[in-house]
């Protein structure tokens, strides 16, 4: 794999037409080329050659050539950008390329140096082992040995070229030239006589230049498959060439061609051109990374995913892969940019989904590409196009998930009672939910390189069963990307650090003799072109899943080789401490009620200062909203609550402003007046003769307002009874005022 992701030819890649749509091409040149009045079949072959190119493949193909291939001589003459000339000659057949002195094909004494290096032809030769093998097992007979004494004079014209994945299609007509001049060319040493050239080399132009051209000694092995394809294997200088020769066969049968082009293509490692392909059609590529909310942003962000309709999804507990399908062929890249082959489709489609992978199956829950870079565009808009798609040709590789469009937070309760359990039925492990607002792009990036205009909109959230974060631990501590992280912030027991002491020796154990790792840093190197580094790692890092709600151990994560970033990591502990999980979705759950309370109470008390009497503090909650007031008296009887209240006062940095009456409103002398006075949800202990007396009480010690605060029945489908008070209605939904009097009925 390339250094640097996306590599420099990235840029220079056009999109990919089929092999079907580039050999329509050229077999409409040929019929135009026969076609043409001057055309003389006697004179001219046609050749449909299939090249890899080595920007991609870069194969080192010793074990074809190193014994028993054919050396010869090339003289080569370019004329022009699509004419040369070329000359093969002094051909000798069996050679071995060991036993030449004249072509350094390794350097052993930099191999020796530099053990990575040895790692990576290792590699190397597995994969050439592999193309190897196919040749020797599909070839009816190896024809090196009839280049042995082969003369050549042709010249060459390229007709069209095309590119297609790693290779490079190139037909041409060769004509062949008469070989006698060569003879005695090459054979009299290029000697001048006094009036210069003799007289035949001089009337030819592709003679007359070899004067000044050294020959490229070059070995070559050819093999025939069957209907005549054939297969060539040079090697020269430090240079590697496969080719595939349709030339004898130029109207082959057009499914057997694609079929043999595809098997040798994906013998080799074709990543390098997957991901630069990638970056071709999704300009600085950046996986979406879902955050975890704290409770404010939940609020935040409620008013705006209803505006503009949100979808909900199971949060499947898979590998995030990108699947690329282009060209008939489909293809995974992971997070590392590890690139795999999947299959191969009858449908010429060219999509990325952005997927899960779970039990052999891609779970897709987004499409970066269809056609056109989709990123852009809203997710309302890209969930019309993802379930647009007919997936009935992708040979059962695809499982659809329930994405949900909701309207309100019903809609999304009724996804996690009812679908989201019917998800797991499907026996597809989830752990929480995705919520998506419609209108949230892809990317915040611009696509476009260098182009200051930045899209801000990308809501996309994701709301865990648990909150788990997954940490790398190298035997003593535990890391979220470079950032050592503390013990304490885990609650982590001697009992579970051991258990990871553990599984990190076995890990290690069964690890040592494993060669090193290619780890992909996600960082972007700038804001404006996005490349990735890929960086060795010494040994493989151990990766575990932390649960930080209960501060246990959960499993080690082979399917992930970096860990959680330090902002993820935060976010994950927020969410933790304010036990942000599915469950503040449930109807039984009044978590996000309590948050709205609080909210309200918040903003009513900034609105004032001074002194503070609250009624009814039960267990002293709200204490941290009362850090600027200047004096402040707390009303509460209950005995259980007032102990919880004063240890809570005790804990706190304005102890020295509170006083605590330890009786109920009625039965306390009040001497200190007030700026305001609170009654936060406490009304329901009252009955109507204790609000009448509350009233009396304190409306001499108040300057400025009373506050009470109650559920609004309108927001219910009827009363709400408690043990001393009903609740009904009591604002004016009209008006949006309290009304006057208090329901004597209560």
């Known amino acids: 794999m390339n250094p640097v992701i996306p590599s420099s030819h990235y840029l220079l890649l056009d999109e990919q037409l089929s092999l079907d749509t580039i050999l329509d091409n050229m077999y409409h040149q040929i019929s135009i080329f026969k076609n043409h009045k001057l055309f003389k079949s006697g004179d001219i072959n046609f050749e449909l050659e299939f090249r890899l190119r080595n920007k991609y493949t870069n194969i080192d193909i010793n074990d074809f050539v190193k014994c028993m291939s054919c050396r010869y001589h090339e003289y080569l003459f370019k004329e022009n950008k699509t004419t040369r000339y070329r000359i093969i000659y002094e051909s000798s057949y069996p050679a071995n390329i060991n036993e030449d002195q004249n072509i350094n094909l390794e350097n052993e004494e930099e191999n020796k140096k530099e053990k990575e290096k040895e790692e990576e032809n290792i590699e190397k030769k597995k994969k050439i082992s592999k193309l190897y093998t196919y040749v020797d097992t599909n070839s009816e007979k190896e024809i090196t040995e009839t280049l042995n004494g082969k003369i050549e004079f042709t010249k060459k014209m390229t007709l069209m070229t095309a590119y297609y994945f790693v290779y490079k299609i190139v ?42 051209i050294t020959p490229t000694i070059k070995y070559r092995k050819s093999y025939i498959l069957h209907k005549d394809v054939r297969i060539y294997v040079t090697k020269y200088e430090d240079k590697s060439q496969f080719e595939i020769d349709f030339s004898r066969n130029i109207n082959h049968e057009r499914s057997d061609m694609i079929n043999i082009v595809h098997d040798i293509m994906l013998l080799l490692d074709c990543s390098n051109f997957v991901l630069d392909y990638l970056f071709y059609l999704l300009p600085n590529f950046e996986f979406q990374k879902p955050i975890t909310p704290s409770m404010d942003t939940i609020f935040d962000i409620a008013d705006d995913l209803v505006k503009n309709t949100f979808f909900v999804a199971a949060k499947t507990d898979g590998l995030r892969l990108l699947v690329i399908i282009t060209n008939h062929l489909m293809f995974s890249v992971s997070g590392n940019f590890d690139v795999e082959y999947i299959d191969c489709i009858n449908s010429d489609l060219h999509l990325v989904f952005d997927c899960e992978f779970v039990n052999d199956d891609f779970i897709p829950f987004d499409i970066l590409y269809h056609n056109v870079d989709l990123r852009l565009k809203s997710y309302k808009e890209r969930i019309a196009i993802l379930d647009s798609i007919s997936f009935d040709s992708f040979n059962n590789k695809f499982k659809r998930k329930k994405i949900r469009k909701c309207g309100n ?65 190298d035997g003593r501590y535990f890391y979220a990307k470079q950032h050592s992280i503390k013990k304490s912030n885990l609650k982590l027991t001697l009992a579970e650090f051991k258990k990871i002491c553990l599984k990190y020796h076995q890990h290690k154990k069964l690890n040592r003799d494993k060669n090193k790792m290619d780890i992909i840093i996600d960082n972007p190197f700038n804001k404006r072109i996005v490349y990735y580094q890929l960086v060795k790692e010494k040994k493989i890092p151990f990766i575990i899943e932390f649960d930080l709600d209960k501060g246990v151990f959960v499993k080690k994560r082979k399917d992930k080789w970096t860990s959680t970033s330090l902002n993820t990591f935060n976010s994950i502990v927020l969410a933790s401490f304010q036990k942000i999980n599915i469950e503040i979705f449930s109807p039984d759950s009044n978590t996000l009620m309590r948050k709205y309370h609080n909210r309200i109470k918040q903003n009513i008390l900034n609105e004032y200062k001074g002194n503070l009497l609250d009624i009814g503090s039960g267990n002293g909650e709200d204490i941290h909203k009362w850090k600027h007031f200047r004096k402040i008296a707390c009303i509460e009887p209950d005995n259980v609550k007032l102990k919880n209240l004063n240890e809570r006062i005790n804990k706190s940095d304005i102890k020295n402003r509170i006083t605590i009456y330890p009786n109920t409103i009625q039965n306390i002398k009040l001497k200190d007046s007030f700026n305001i006075a609170t009654c936060f949800f406490a009304i329901n202990d009252f009955n109507y003769s204790d609000v009448e007396s509350m009233l009396n009480h304190i409306s001499q010690n108040i300057n400025e307002i009373l506050v009470v605060l109650f559920m609004d029945n309108s927001l219910f489908n009827g009363d709400i009874d408690s043990p001393c008070i009903k609740y009904r209605q009591c604002i004016d939904t009209h008006k949006n005022k309290f009304l006057e009097s208090l329901d004597k009925e209560s």
């Not at 009299?188 to 050239?197: D, R």
């Not at 998800?423 to 209108?439: F, Q, R, Y």
């Not at 990308?458 to 997954?470: A, C, G, L």
């Open 171 to 212: 037909l041409s007509i060769e004509t062949n030239l008469d070989v006698s001049d060569i003879i005695s060319f090459l054979d009299n040493s290029l000697v001048e006589t006094e009036k210069g050239c003799n007289k035949k080399i001089k009337s030819n132009k592709g003679l007359n230049i070899l004067q000044f």
């Open 409 to 473: 937070y019903s809609d999304l309760q009724n996804f996690i009672e009812n679908e989201l359990e019917n998800e797991n039925k499907n026996l597809v492990p989830n752990d929480g939910i995705i919520i998506t607002d419609g209108a949230s792009t892809y990317t915040l990036q611009s696509i476009i390189p260098f182009d200051s205009h930045r899209v801000e909109h990308i809501r996309i959230y994701k709301i865990k069963t648990r909150n788990t974060v997954d940490l790398r631990f």
